[in-house]
């Protein structure tokens, strides 16, 4: 697939497999069609490398996590800008949607998570608690709870209706990168 013009952070499918969104070093991230590996649309407007990219459950928005501190959403149909996602002091590292695309959470290397509304683009909650970079966050299966990795070689779980911590998962003697239900 050609098209970027730097590294490629990360790469998924849309939900039903015939889209593949891909996110750049060299700011942007791209939408490609599986089936004949053409772009689709590029998605532009970051001013620092795109380290994410994932698509809605319903597969018809695109979420990027940047190095220009924002997160933005998009129609994955057009590639045009709906909503940034601003507020972090840092680095955004990863951008997900919840199991029903109501929402976004968010991680940061300003050592926060934060929880944004996906039809306005704002900030419902902020999960603060680690004291190094938040590497990833993800929802439950049931959208009920956030685990967060950093790091201060902990992992993070949080209730994601009012942002509390609910444990720390310690013990890890290193960084940890990432982290995800069952």
């Known amino acids: 697939m050609e098209g970027h013009t730097n590294w490629v952070q990360s790469a998924a499918f849309g939900p039903d497999g015939r889209r593949i969104v891909t996110?750049?070093?060299?700011?942007?991230?791209?939408?490609?069609?599986?089936?004949?590996?053409?772009?689709?649309?590029?998605?532009?407007?970051?001013?620092?490398?795109?380290?994410?990219?994932?698509?809605?459950?319903?597969?018809?928005?695109?979420?990027?996590?940047?190095?220009?501190?924002?997160?933005?959403?998009?129609?994955?149909?057009?590639?045009?800008?709906?909503?940034?996602?601003?507020?972090?002091?840092?680095?955004?590292?990863?951008?997900?949607?919840?199991?029903?695309?109501?929402?976004?959470?968010?991680?940061?290397?300003?050592?926060?998570?934060?929880?944004?509304?996906?039809?306005?683009?704002?900030e419902i909650a902020r999960l603060e608690g680690h004291t190094k970079s938040v590497l990833s966050a993800a929802f439950s299966p049931d959208g009920r709870r956030i685990v967060t990795a950093s790091y201060e070689n902990t992992a993070r779980i949080w209730d994601a209706a009012t942002g509390n911590e609910i444990a720390a998962l310690e013990g890890h003697t290193n960084w940890v990168l990432n982290a995800a239900f069952s």
């Not at 750049?24 to 490398?49: C, F, M, V, Y």
């Not at 809605?56 to 933005?72: E, L």
């Not at 998009?74 to 680095?91: F, S």
């Not at 940061?108 to 039809?119: C, F, K, L, Y």
């Open 23 to 122: 996110a750049s070093e060299g700011n942007t991230a791209r939408i490609w069609d599986a089936a004949t590996a053409k772009q689709i649309a590029p998605l532009e407007g970051h001013t620092g490398r795109v380290r994410s990219a994932a698509f809605s459950p319903d597969g018809r928005h695109i979420v990027t996590a940047s190095n220009d501190n924002s997160a933005r959403l998009w129609d994955a149909a057009t590639g045009h800008e709906i909503a940034r996602l601003e507020g972090h002091t840092n680095d955004v590292l990863s951008a997900t949607f919840s199991p029903d695309g109501g929402r976004i959470v968010t991680a940061s290397e300003d050592n926060t998570a934060r929880i944004w509304d996906a039809a306005t683009g704002h």
